[in-house]
């Protein structure tokens, strides 16, 4: 064997194991949750009660509900990291116009028990869902939350639904910021947005920005081309993921509002 031969072969190895070790870990990859206890509900927002969802694999999920004078509830869904303590702007923001907010935390998240995976946090969203009964509802879901209230919608239609940040599925963003990893070959959670808003109905507004790094807006234009009921699209401009206009904007909160105004 000859010294090239081996060289390649050590090569060859390494690669082997490194793409071994990111499928195994691949999860510590996607799910970035913030564990930390978060506080009282009602000490972040003014009226807020602590509520507890229970899941049908049995795990007791801390979320927090404020309250509101309208009949629509905004059940929101975060993306991969933080927890809900992070997402407690945009409920203020929802709230300040009246609407109810049930603002959920995934399972590992926010002091949560349990580990994120695509069907655990299908789970959790099933749980969430049950806790707000037979009332009228808009499903929001933030980034990867967007896939996890689209598969939500197909077994629990909801009265509108607004996908923040939507991918077309996990693979197509995860390429998107690991372009050198054959990430579709590796993943083994999916989340195809694409596939599933094709079968939902429900008026949908789908918000993003122009300048989003880690799911590039062409494919949150694909999902809102590929959505079976109407669809409006909401963009801003020089917008990235994680800029304050995609939390608490006036434009994307004017929307949830007309969505909810309008059903």
């Not at 996607?30 to 000490?43: E, F, N």
């Not at 407690?88 to 300040?96: C, E, I, N």
């Not at 598969?151 to 693979?171: I, K, M, N, Y």
Request: no cysteine; glycine share 10%.
């Amino acid at each position: 064997m000859t010294s090239v031969t081996r060289a390649a072969l050590v090569i060859v190895a390494v690669l082997l194991l490194l793409l071994g070790l990111l499928w195994l870990f691949q999860r510590q990859l996607i799910y970035l949750p913030d564990r930390s206890p978060v506080p009282q509900a009602g000490k972040v927002i003014p009226g807020a009660r602590d509520v507890s969802l229970t899941t049908s694999d049995g795990l007791r999920l801390n979320a927090w509900y404020v309250p509101g004078d309208r009949d629509v509830t905004v059940l929101i869904a975060g993306g991969n990291a933080g927890n809900r303590l992070h997402r407690a702007p945009l409920a203020r923001a929802l709230a300040a116009y009246g609407l109810p907010v049930l603002l959920m935390d995934y399972r590992g998240y926010g002091g949560n028990p349990g580990t994120p995976t695509e069907e655990g946090l299908h789970l959790d969203a099933l749980a969430a869902r049950a806790f707000l009964g037979d009332g009228r509802v808009v499903y929001f879901g933030e980034s990867l939350g967007a896939g996890v209230v689209t598969r939500l919608a197909l077994e629990h239609p909801p009265d509108g639904l607004v996908l923040r940040s939507p991918f077309t599925d996990l693979a197509a963003a995860g390429q998107a910021n690991y372009p050198f990893l054959p990430v579709r070959l590796l993943l083994r959670d999916r989340f195809p947005v694409a596939e599933q808003i094709a079968a939902v109905r429900a008026p949908t507004v789908v918000v993003y920005g122009t300048r989003d790094t880690i799911v590039p807006a062409r494919l949150s234009r694909a999902v809102a081309q590929a959505a079976g009921g109407r669809v409006t699209t909401v963009e801003l401009a020089g917008a990235g993921h994680n800029d304050l206009s995609m939390l608490t904007g006036d434009e994307l909160i004017d929307a949830v509002v007309r969505l909810t105004d309008g059903i």
